[in-house]
């Protein structure tokens, strides 16, 4: 299970154990690969036991990955479960350390007019729903649950 952040008083967990939540609040959210030391092939995903380009074994690097990438390939969904607003752009992005990750795009019409294959998108997170639990004194609290996105970049590196 991904770790909890808490930046002030309000408690935060990521929804995915790939995207790291900030502990101050000088930091920013990122989302962390791991990375073969023996050949340098980066992956998603956790509990890989060995490179699959090299075939070394043995622990992977984690690695912090760029916020910024170029969109791959989006689809527009008008049909989900109960409590999920339609339209939205469901989408793959391309990461500068050669990998990709699937993700929804934000901050866009859902209109194939307004998307570009390509386009430069940055990570953003956002609250997506929350969760009352009980810490370890028994008391209950309320904790956001946070998800990562995409969006247009609006200035590119």
Do not use: W
């Given at each position: 299970?991904?770790?909890?952040?808490?930046?002030?008083?309000?408690?935060?967990?990521?929804?995915?154990?790939?995207?790291?939540?900030?502990?101050?609040?000088?930091?920013?959210p990122y989302l962390v690969g791991y990375r073969c030391s023996a050949c340098g092939a980066t992956y998603v995903g956790?509990?890989?036991?060995?490179?699959?380009?090299?075939?070394?074994?043995?622990?992977?690097?984690?690695i912090r990955l760029s916020d910024r990438g170029s969109l791959y390939v989006y689809s527009i969904v008008h049909q989900s479960v109960p409590g999920v607003p339609v339209p939205y752009v469901s989408a793959i992005?391309?990461?500068?350390?050669?990998?990709?990750?699937?993700?929804?795009?934000?901050?866009?019409e859902p209109d194939p007019a307004k998307i570009t294959f390509g386009m430069p998108v940055e990570m953003v997170t956002?609250?997506?729903r929350?969760?009352?639990?009980k810490n370890?004194?028994?008391?209950?609290?309320?904790?956001?649950?946070?998800?990562?996105?995409f969006k247009p970049s609006q200035n590119e590196r």
């Amino acid at each position: 299970m991904a770790a909890e952040a808490s930046v002030g008083e309000k408690k935060q967990r990521p929804i995915t154990a790939m995207l790291r939540l900030p502990t101050v609040p000088s930091e920013k959210p990122y989302l962390v690969g791991y990375r073969c030391s023996a050949c340098g092939a980066t992956y998603v995903g956790e509990g890989r036991i060995g490179c699959s380009k090299c075939t070394a074994t043995g622990p992977l690097q984690e690695i912090r990955l760029s916020d910024r990438g170029s969109l791959y390939v989006y689809s527009i969904v008008h049909q989900s479960v109960p409590g999920v607003p339609v339209p939205y752009v469901s989408a793959i992005v391309d990461l500068p350390e050669g990998v990709s990750v699937r993700c929804n795009l934000v901050d866009i019409e859902p209109d194939p007019a307004k998307i570009t294959f390509g386009m430069p998108v940055e990570m953003v997170t956002r609250k997506v729903r929350e969760r009352k639990e009980k810490n370890p004194e028994g008391v209950e609290e309320t904790i956001d649950i946070i998800a990562f996105f995409f969006k247009p970049s609006q200035n590119e590196r």
